[in-house]
């Protein structure tokens, strides 16, 4: 439920980060070059600066597939002397969700320095001696090491808006002390997340932004300019899994980027030419094909090239499809195995964003029995088939008659 406050979002959001500098001895600011974290990073320098906590850490981790743009923008703020810069370009293994034959792309590798879409830059930090290449793992190796023996917070610019797993997770649980919008990175070493700004509109940010008259990265520009709606725009590394529609306008916007990309990584121009129909679950099941679980079992046979991954999705299959078997969530989540397959997503990210919807949870507690009024919202009980509605309103009622 959401509860509205005589309150701003910018106020509060200052009002967030100012109580995060009051608790924490160390607060790093994440970086991505995209509009939410430019303007959580101003907000952070304006707390900071009335606490006389500068300079302020700044963290960005390049995954070197990245918009020319947005490079271009790190270095201007990276030279701003009220900010201790941890931008790192070493050696890392990220999804290549370009390809369904090269999973990993393996990004600053010496070995094809040639190949690099974009050279190290001097400031930028080279080594990586966090004990981990893997990308997913990545971040929290880092905060372990370089803030070891420091209570940390690591202050980063999601919002609930974007998805409904974001607004489930950040209104739920409290992740330190009474604060929900966050959660914890190492509890050992006392390191937490926080989105101070998890309650903007999209509107809020660019009406903050032009408001104070904050620089922003310019592949947003090339973005409008090419037809991209306000709220659809997205900056980040250009082939993971939830940001591979980039590549489409990677050619239109930065063509020597794009050129670039085609020679790095692979896959990358059969997207251009197939968009994104190949990479996403069909609206409708194939003709030859009985039901959407024979499909997906068909795509992992055919597709998945490799046999340790083939067997990781299996298990995921098999721990999951005995909770999901009434017919109408039955058929969603077979669609989010074969979204998964097609992008080649083996760090199963879709699966668990299914699984913290609202809906998805909404039928998990009715399979556990745990049955109240709450669980036939009429925005989650399309999930359920008629048989199961009739059977919850008896355990709710004692009767299968009709909500009000």
């Given at each position: 439920m959401r509860i509205y406050r005589n309150k701003n979002v910018k106020d509060a959001a200052i009002e967030r980060i100012n109580y995060?500098?009051?608790?924490?001895?160390?607060?790093?600011v994440g970086f991505s070059g995209g509009k939410d974290s430019t303007t959580v990073l101003n907000l952070a320098l304006k707390v900071a600066e009335e606490k006389n906590r500068l300079p302020l850490s700044v963290l960005w981790i390049d995954q070197e597939a990245e918009w020319q743009g947005t490079v271009d923008y790190a270095k201007k703020v990276f030279q701003d002397k009220r900010i201790k810069p941890?931008?790192?370009?070493?050696?890392?293994?990220?999804?290549?969700?370009?390809?369904?034959?090269?999973?990993?792309?393996?990004?600053?590798?010496?070995?094809?320095?040639?190949?690099?879409?974009?050279?190290?830059?001097?400031?930028?930090?080279?080594?990586?001696?966090?004990?981990?290449?893997?990308?997913?793992?990545?971040?929290?190796?880092?905060?372990?090491?370089?803030?070891?023996?420091?209570?940390?917070?690591?202050?980063?610019?999601?919002?609930?808006e974007e998805s409904p797993k974001r607004f489930v997770a950040l209104t739920n649980v409290a992740a330190y002390k009474w604060i929900t919008w966050g959660k914890v990175l190492n509890k050992k070493y006392e390191h937490y997340t926080f989105y101070p700004i998890y309650?903007?509109?999209?509107?809020?940010?660019?009406?903050?932004?032009?408001?104070?008259?904050?620089?922003?990265n310019k592949v947003y520009d090339g973005m409008y300019r090419h037809g991209v709606t306000v709220q659809n725009m997205r900056i980040s590394n250009l082939h993971h899994e939830t940001a591979i529609q980039a590549l489409l306008l990677v050619q239109e916007i930065e063509p020597q980027t794009w050129n670039k990309i085609v020679d790095r990584i692979d896959g990358a121009s059969s997207i251009k030419h197939i968009k994104l129909n190949s990479f996403t679950c069909p609206k409708e099941l194939p003709y030859m094909f009985a039901d959407w679980e024979e499909y997906a079992y068909y795509l992992a046979e055919n597709i998945i090239q490799e046999d340790k991954y083939r067997k990781q999705l299996f298990s995921k299959i098999e721990a999951k499809k005995g909770i999901y078997i009434g017919d109408n969530i039955k058929h969603k989540f077979w669609k989010e195995i074969i979204n998964t397959i097609l992008s080649s997503d083996f760090d199963f990210t879709k699966i668990a964003n299914f699984e913290i919807r609202p809906e998805s949870y909404c039928y998990r507690r009715y399979r556990k029995g745990d049955i109240d009024k709450d669980i036939?919202?009429?925005?989650?009980?399309?999930?359920?088939?008629e048989e199961e509605i009739n059977d919850i309103k008896q355990k709710i009622y004692g009767t299968d008659k009709a909500i009000n």
């Open positions: 995060l500098f009051d608790e924490f001895e160390n607060v790093v941890y931008w790192f370009q070493m050696p890392m293994v990220i999804t290549n969700n370009a390809s369904s034959y090269h999973r990993f792309s393996y990004c600053w590798n010496e070995k094809e320095k040639d190949k690099w879409i974009h050279p190290q830059d001097e400031m930028s930090l080279k080594e990586n001696k966090y004990g981990t290449e893997r990308f997913h793992n990545l971040f929290e190796k880092i905060f372990a090491v370089e803030f070891k023996n420091q209570k940390s917070c690591y202050l980063a610019g999601v919002r609930t309650d903007w509109s999209y509107t809020d940010v660019w009406k903050y932004i032009n408001e104070n008259g904050i620089e922003y036939l919202n009429p925005k989650y009980i399309k999930v359920f088939t």
